[in-house]
Structures are given as C-alpha cells and as structure tokens.
C-alpha cells in the first residue's frame, strides 16, 4: 500500500478549519489549524486569503485528494452564500492542481471516527487525539472537523480501492 | 472625466453572465456574454472554468471596479452554497488583480436602469439595448441583467465623486 496524503476542509468565512494526514502502516498527522482571515477586510480579500492558503497547503503537502465538508441545512440565505463562497476557494484552489475534491455530510465525517453521525465536535476532538496520537485534543473544533474528514476520506478511498483492486491503490 | 470601465457579474453555476461597459462622454459596451461551464463536468472543473473566464475578462478589458449581483432570497440551503461558490469566483479574480467589488440587489440594477426595482427580466434586455444602441436586446438574460449592475455601479461611484470630488472622479 503506497501513502496516501489527504487534505481536510472545514470551510467557512470567518474560520476554516484544516487538516493534512498521511496513511501509510498508520495515520500521520502532518498539519492541522484553521485559516482565519482578518474581519475587517473586504469580503472579496478575505476570500483571496482563503484561497492562497489552502493552494498553500496542496503546494507543501502535494495531497493525493482533498475532502471537503459539505453543509445541507443552513440558518439562512446569507451564511449559506457566505459559506458556499468559503467553499468554493477549495474546490478552485483543488481543481486548479487537478486535484480530486470528494464532499462529506457532517454526519458522515462523524460517523467514520467515532462510530455515531450524531456525535459530539468534542466527541471527534477526543477521537482524534487518540486516533493521531496527539498529546492534546485538536484545537479549535474547525480543525478537528478537518481531520475527521481526511479519514472518513481516506475510508472510502480504501473500500473503493478493495472493491476496484485494478485502480492500484 | 476620465473612462471608467465597469465588469458586470451575474453569477450562477449553469451560467454567469457579463458585461463590460465603458463610461466617457457616453456609454460604450465593449463585451458582454455568458460563461456556461459543461454540466457533466466536476463541480470543481466548472468553478475553475468560471474563474479563469473572468480573470481573463479582467485581464483583457482591466476594469476599474467589478459590480456583482447580491441575491438574498433563495430557494433553499444547497441553491444558495452553489449561488456563493460561483459568486467567490467573482470576488476572488477582482480580488487577485486589486480591483474593487460593488454588490448590488437585483432590485438595486433594475431601479438604476428601468427606473423601477420591480421590472421584469425583458424590461430590463429593452432598456439595456436602448442605453448601449444594441441592434438587439442583449441575450442570455444573465448578459442583460450583467450589463445593468455595471451601469448601476457606474452611477454609485459617480455619485460618491460628486458627493467627495477630491477623490478625483
């Protein structure tokens, strides 16, 4: 089995949340954090900032896919708009490296590290810590939620590549 | 009075649609069109081509301000993260060349250019060819409604000039 290298997305405007974990024998954490652009800059420079540093973090990390959290209820309107356009600087910044994007609910991410879609971002903190071995619980929760999705990522990596053994992975 | 040069955004996943206007003695549309990425393509692989289309719009006409269309009411959570995802492509290539970003309601254009924010899409197509001596009304409706945020941004920021002259408009 080759390593696989994947890049977690929490999208959001006023925090987005990252994480990079390489799968070999084990799970390597190689990064995690959150991108948080100045709130009092124009929307359009906040975004900019968003998206040189996810294209900075495929650069350094060369991520073989890159999962991303996908919202499907939303307050209003205007977040959901804001969070699409969060959203949309990292299947750009993917997509312009020609970099596979696969979307996950939530519940998804959850279910894949702690075994419950309703589970707890305290929950997927403490289950992360364990799982990578960290000595504290990931901080903030965004980049938490990042690292839950690379995993529930690289799970249905695997089960495809089990079901399509001929793919090479 | 210098020439401004305005790029009108409509944005949209299936289609977004521009227009470029040039603001002198009189208006002069220099381009205006749709961009409709292929809809078998990745959700990434179409943001990408959207991006790159107005990027080279910039590029081509270099603008001295970007007018995006501002919805508030959508139909639903997931209208309103692809409306955001393609509208963060605008707000980023303005963002990237430097170039400012106006938002306007729709309700906001149709006022500037009908006279009344409550005029229909083919009301607005009539008076874009009238203003900019189209031999037809401007098609896709997207193009249209493109042109009418850019002469709409085109009166805010003259009257800002005329309210602040020594801003040098």
């Given at each position: 089995m080759h390593q696989e290298i994947?890049?977690?997305i929490d999208p959001g405007t006023r925090i987005t949340g990252y994480g990079v974990i390489a799968f070999h024998a084990s799970m390597q954490p190689l990064d995690f954090g959150c991108?948080?652009?100045?709130?009092?800059?124009?929307?359009?420079?906040?975004?900019?900032?968003i998206f040189e540093a996810i294209e900075a973090l495929i650069d350094k990390f060369s991520p073989t896919a890159?999962?991303?959290?996908?919202?499907?209820?939303?307050?209003?309107?205007?977040?959901?708009?804001?969070?699409?356009?969060?959203?949309?600087?990292?299947?750009?910044a993917a997509a312009r490296r020609g970099i596979a994007?696969?979307?996950?609910?939530?519940?998804?991410?959850?279910?894949?590290?702690?075994?419950?879609?309703?589970?707890?971002?305290?929950?997927?903190?403490?289950?992360?810590?364990t799982l990578l071995q960290l000595p504290h619980?990931?901080?903030?929760?965004?980049?938490?939620?990042?690292?839950?999705?690379?995993?529930?990522?690289?799970?249905k990596l695997r089960s495809e590549a089990c079901l399509n053994p001929s793919k090479g992975r």
């Open positions: 994947i890049l977690g991108i948080r652009p100045p709130p009092d800059l124009p929307l359009a420079m906040r975004y900019k900032i890159v999962a991303i959290e996908s919202q499907f209820v939303l307050k209003n309107a205007q977040s959901a708009i804001k969070l699409g356009m969060a959203k949309g600087m990292a299947l750009l994007v696969y979307e996950f609910a939530p519940t998804q991410a959850k279910l894949a590290v702690v075994g419950r879609g309703g589970a707890s971002k305290s929950q997927v903190q403490k289950m992360m810590q619980p990931p901080e903030p929760e965004d980049a938490s939620d990042a690292l839950s999705l690379a995993i529930c990522c690289f799970h």
